[in-house]
C-alpha cells in the first residue's frame, strides 16, 4: 500500500482528448478537472504568441516562458531586445533563494546592454480598460478582486480602475534596485515559492514560466544572503535564450495553454475549488487565485522528436 | 549593479541579538523584521520540545520536523513509536511533485510496523477550545479566521468551534488513502510549494519542518504520476530518523523558534504586512498566513562544531 495526498495540477496534460462538449455549468460542476480536460474543445486552447515566447536553454533542458505585453509593453520589447542581442547568453542563474525566487543576470553588471534600456518606467500596474478580466468570485486577502486576463493571474481593483499581475507560482519580473524606475529586463526573477503577494505592484512582472518549471525549481538552493550563491562554481548558467519566432520549426515545442476566459475554464476552476473524487472529504468552496492550474499541452509531438523532448 | 528583488523571510536568523526592548505596538509598526528580531528578547523564543522535535538524516544533511501533538496526539504518538521502532530507517522519499509535496514511506508497504498502527482515526481538526489561538485580523480565501497555535499555522471557526492546521510551505502531513481513516504518520509528506490550502481538513497534519527545509525542496521532481519518482535509483535515502530527546547532546542543533503569542510576533507580522524599508512603494496593507515568517535560530553554536553544522 501506498497512501498518497491527492495529485495537484499537472502542467502538462495528454495531448488529443476527445472532444465531449461541457454542456452546461450545473454538468460541469460535477466533473473532475481531468474530466473537463477531457472533454475541452480545440478552441478551448490557444498557442502563445511566438514573439512573445522565450526559450531558454538550460543545461538540464528547456525552459519556456510566455511574456506579458498586455501588463508591461516596455519590459517585454526591452527583454525582446536583449533576447535578440544575445545579452542573456551565457549568463548565470545567480539566486535561488529557498520558497522565494529563482534569478539570474549579469553578477558584474558590466555586460553591455546593446541598444536595450537599462532602465526603464516601471509597470507595476495599468489601466483595467482595455482588459478582458475574468474575475473569480473567490475573497482574496491581497487584493479586491482577483482573475486571470490572457492566461495570467491578475487582480483588479475597479474603484481605483487599475489591473496589475501577480505574484504566483512561475511568474517572471523585472529585479530592480531601490528606485521605482531601476529596472529594466536585464536581471529577471521566477517566483518558486508560496506566492509572495506583497510584490505585486511592488515590481515589474512581465511573463510566466508556461514549461520547464521544475529546471528552474529543484535547483540548489543559495546559501549567501537572500539566496545568492556564494561562489561563481555554485551557478547554473543559462547556454541560450531566444525568441520562438526566431527559432527554427524543427526545434519548436508546440505548447498549448488553456483558455481562461471560457466556460471550460469556469469548469475547470470549480473543479478544483470543490474536488468531486472520492478522496476529498470536505471541498474547500473556494479557490486562491495561485491555487489554479493553468494547464499546458503539448500539441504536436512528432514520433521523432520524442527523445528530445526535455522532460515536464 | 544587481539589482534585486527584496528578500523574504529567512529561516536561520543570527544567534545572540541585543536585548532591546520592543515598547509599544506604535514603535513597533515602524520596525523591519531585522529590527524586530534584533530587538527580541530571550522570552520572546521558544525551545521545541525534544521529545516532539524529529531528526531526519538525508544524505545532503539533516532535517529537523517540530510535532504537533495538540492538533495530532494519535498520530505524532504513532509517528514517534515509528521512529523508535526504526521504521523509517532506510526507507526511501518515493515523491517529489512540483509546487506540491515531497513524500516518503515504505513503497511495497510491506516493512513490519512493529507495535505501531498502520492506521488510526482522522485528527482533521479539533476543539477550539483548551488552544491558545493567536488570531490575524487579516482576511483568508479558505477559512473565518486564521492564526496561530504554539507556532503552528492554523485556522479556526468560531460558529462550529473547531480550528485546525493549515497547509502552509514546509507543513508536515500523514498521507491516506480514499478512506479518511486510512492514514497513519508511517507515509509522511511535506508541503513544499504554495500552499494546497484544499488539503486543509481533508488530510491529518502532524507538524513542520523548522530546519533543512531546502535540502526536501530543492530535491529533483520525479515525473511519473503525480510526481512519484519512476525507477528506486532516483530517490533518496532517508538514512535515520530519530527524537531529540533520543539523541546525545554532543549532536543536539539548539534551535530555537520565535513564538507566536507576544507582542513581539505582532509586530514582526506588522513589519511583514507593511514593509517599511525603502525598497517597497506599496505596502501591502494585508499578509496571508502562508506569507509569514517563522523565525528559526541556532541557540548555541560551539565553536568546534560549526563546520559538523548543517547549511541552511
Known amino acids: 500500500m501506498v497512501s498518497i495526498v491527492a495529485a495537484c495540477a499537472s502542467a502538462a496534460v495528454s495531448p488529443d482528448p476527445p472532444h465531449t462538449l461541457v454542456k452546461t455549468r450545473a454538468a460541469a460542476s460535477r466533473l473532475t478537472m481531468d474530466q473537463v480536460l477531457a472533454a475541452s474543445k480545440p478552441e478551448d486552447w490557444r498557442a502563445p504568441d511566438p514573439e512573445n515566447t522565450l526559450y531558454l536553454d538550460v543545461p538540464a533542458g528547456l525552459v519556456v516562458i510566455e511574456l506579458a505585453p498586455q501588463f508591461a509593453p516596455r519590459h517585454t520589447a526591452n527583454i525582446r531586445t536583449l533576447v535578440r542581442e544575445h545579452y542573456f547568453d551565457g549568463l548565470p542563474i545567480v539566486r535561488a533563494q529557498d520558497n522565494y525566487v529563482v534569478q539570474w543576470g549579469d553578477p558584474e553588471g558590466k555586460k553591455p546592454l546593446g541598444t536595450a534600456a537599462r532602465t526603464l518606467a516601471p509597470e507595476f500596474d495599468r489601466e483595467l480598460a482595455g482588459l478582458a478580466f475574468h474575475a473569480l468570485p ?18 483588479r481593483d475597479r474603484s481605483s480602475g487599475k489591473a496589475w499581475p501577480v505574484h504566483c507560482y512561475a511568474m517572471l519580473g523585472a529585479g530592480r534596485d531601490v528606485a521605482a524606475d531601476s529596472g529594466g529586463g536585464a536581471e529577471l526573477y521566477v517566483v518558486s515559492g508560496h506566492a509572495p503577494r506583497h510584490l505585486d505592484r511592488n515590481v515589474t ?3 510566466r514560466v508556461i514549461f520547464g518549471m521544475d529546471l528552474l525549481s529543484a535547483l540548489p538552493r543559495g546559501h549567501g544572503p537572500m539566496g545568492f550563491y556564494e561562489s561563481p562554481e555554485q551557478r547554473t548558467i543559462i547556454t541560450r535564450v531566444r525568441i520562438a519566432a526566431d527559432v527554427p520549426a524543427a526545434e519548436h515545442v508546440e505548447l498549448e495553454l488553456l ?54
Not at 138 to 155: I, L, Q, S
Not at 274 to 293: H, M, Q, S, Y
Open 259 to 312: 483558455r481562461t476566459d471560457t466556460a471550460t475554464f469556469d469548469a475547470l476552476v470549480e473543479a478544483r475549488r470543490n474536488r468531486r473524487d472520492d478522496w476529498f472529504k470536505l471541498p474547500a468552496g473556494r479557490i486562491e487565485v495561485c491555487n489554479v492550474p493553468l494547464p499546458v499541452r503539448v500539441r504536436q509531438v512528432e514520433l521523432g522528436r520524442i527523445d528530445a523532448l526535455p522532460r515536464q
Open 138 to 155: 473567490d475573497p482574496d486577502t491581497y487584493a479586491p478582486e482577483t482573475g486571470f486576463v490572457d492566461g495570467f493571474p491578475a487582480a
Open 205 to 207: 512582472l512581465a511573463g
